[in-house]
Structure formats: C-alpha cells, structure tokens
C-alpha cells in the first residue's frame, strides 16, 4: 500500500443492485424491461418522447425509495480517510453515493436528480416528472430532457477522468459489466500508464482479464473488505 497514493475508482450498476435498484444486464435487468434502442438513444428521444420521459420519471421517482448499502458506506469511508489522491468515478444515474457521504463523485453518465434543456444545454438540479414538459427556467422552452448520457452521446468530464487514469497508482472497477466504452477501457488506460488494477464484481465480467487481480462476490462485501485493507 505504501506505493499507492493516487486511486480511481469506477463504479457501475452492481454497486447499487443491493439498494434495490436494477442493473442494466443482469437476469431480470433493465434491459430485459425495455429495449435499449427504444429507452436509452436520442433516436428513442426524438421518437417517442412520452415514453423515454415515462421511462426516466419511475426510475427518478423509485431513487426515494431506497438507501445506500455497505459498498456505497465504505466508499465515502475512504474518500474521507485515503490521505492521498483519489477520485470516484460512477456510470450510475443515481445519487446513492452522495448519500453514503461522498462529497465528490464524478457523474460520467449524468444524473437521474438533473435535467437538461434540449434548446440551450442548461442543467438543472430536479427531482419532478419531465413528462408534462415543464419550460426551462432559463430560456422558457419545454425542451427539458434527462440529464443522462445516452449511447451515442459523449459522457461528461472525459478529459479530467483521462488525466486521473494517466497517473493513478490504483484503479479499482467495481459492479461493471465492462460491456459500454469509453468506461470499458478505462482499466487499459490506468495499466498502460503503470497503474495496478484491481476488479470487485459478483462475476467475472467481460474485462476481466485485463485486471491484475479479480476478485467475486457481492459488492456489499467485497467493498468494506477492500476499503479496511487500505485504511483499516
Ligand atoms: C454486482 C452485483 C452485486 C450485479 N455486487 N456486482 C463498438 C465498439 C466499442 C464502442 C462502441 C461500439 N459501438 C458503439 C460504441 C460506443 C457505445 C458503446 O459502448 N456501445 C457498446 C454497447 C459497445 N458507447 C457510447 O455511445 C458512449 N459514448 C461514447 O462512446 O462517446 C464517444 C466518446 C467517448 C469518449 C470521448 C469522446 C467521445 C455513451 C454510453 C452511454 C451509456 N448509457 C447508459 C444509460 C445511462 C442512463 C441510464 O441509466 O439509463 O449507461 S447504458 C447503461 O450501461 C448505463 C450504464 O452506466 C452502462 C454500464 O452498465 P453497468 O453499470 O456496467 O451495468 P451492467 O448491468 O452492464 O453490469 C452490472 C454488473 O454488476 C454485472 O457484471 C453484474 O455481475 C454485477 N453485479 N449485482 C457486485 N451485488
């Protein structure tokens, strides 16, 4: 541990799936739900506007019902304890980080608790349906969308999540597939730059092997393991 100062943390929808919240590719996942091309493009947006909104409002709307779980805990545990650089990464929508106590979480692929105005790119902090097309409090159109980041379109802070990787000591992906990129090669960029890399995952995923080590089992576990090993 003693070489490790700077860490990057990625997470993805298993870390919350013990909330009580779905992941996108799991038996029974969102995905299974809802076709991706029907839900989560701005195709699907244009298409079909009422449903996508639909879509995003119940999820929106569920993120009241349930709570942070030990992985979450034990995150916002060594973002205030690891006295060096560390900075958390989430392709997760929902806000479960934050309310773990997390005090700094890059939202790569935006948040279910924002909106964004189609006609002039404000974003807004919201927690009401978008369905009934309320207007944007800056420029007054009823063009509020999501403030998610659908396949297609580019997820947010990449350049500040690049430059973290290129001088990481530690990158550490938790509950992620590994099936979406840029995310997915986020374990090359930190390796190729001499990052050690480290997989928390209830299987092994489809990077698996580009990890030096991998470890299996319930993030609920293996995060407060993981976290008491670096600063227990
Ligand atoms: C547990 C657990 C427990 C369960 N404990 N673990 C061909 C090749 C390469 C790339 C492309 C390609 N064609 C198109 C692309 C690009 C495309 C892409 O990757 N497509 C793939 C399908 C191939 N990507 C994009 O379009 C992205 N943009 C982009 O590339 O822009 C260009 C650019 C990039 C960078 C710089 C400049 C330009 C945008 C991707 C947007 C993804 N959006 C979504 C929806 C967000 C809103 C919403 O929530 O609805 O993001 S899709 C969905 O997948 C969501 C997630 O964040 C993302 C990843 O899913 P995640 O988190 O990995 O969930 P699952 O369900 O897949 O996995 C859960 C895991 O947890 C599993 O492994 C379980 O085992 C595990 N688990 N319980 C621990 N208790």
Avoid at 24 to 35: M, N, P, Q, T, Y
Avoid at 118 to 128: K, L, N, S, V
Wanted: proline share 6%; net charge negative; glycine share 8%.
């Amino acid at each position: 541990m003693a070489d490790i100062r700077s860490i990057v943390i990625l997470t993805g929808a298993g870390i919350s799936a013990e909330s009580g919240i779905d992941t996108f590719r799991d038996a029974g996942g969102l995905w299974e739900k809802h076709r991706v091309e029907d839900v989560a493009t701005p195709e699907a947006f244009a298409r079909n506007p009422a449903l996508v909104q639909g879509f995003y409002d119940a999820r929106r709307a569920a993120l009241a019902t349930v709570e942070p779980n030990a992985a979450h805990e034990a995150l916002a545990r060594l973002e205030r304890e690891w006295p060096h650089e560390l900075l958390l990464v989430t392709q997760n929508v929902d806000d479960l980080h934050e309310r773990a106590g997390a005090s700094s979480v890059l939202h790569m692929h935006g948040a279910l608790r924002s909106a964004l105005c189609g006609a002039c790119g404000q974003r807004f902090p919201w927690e009401e349906p978008l369905s009934d097309a309320p207007p944007c409090s800056a420029c007054g159109a009823p063009a509020l969308r999501p403030d998610v980041v659908w396949f297609g379109e580019v997820p947010y802070q990449m350049d500040r999540i690049f430059a973290a990787l290129a001088k990481a000591d530690l990158f550490v992906s938790i509950g992620t597939s590994g099936a979406v990129y840029p995310a997915a090669g986020f374990v090359n960029e930190a390796a190729a730059h001499g990052a050690r890399t480290l997989e928390l995952n209830l299987e092994r995923s489809e990077g698996s092997h580009w990890f030096d080590e991998s470890r299996q089992g319930r993030a609920g576990e293996l995060v407060p393991a993981w976290v008491e090993e670096m600063v227990g």
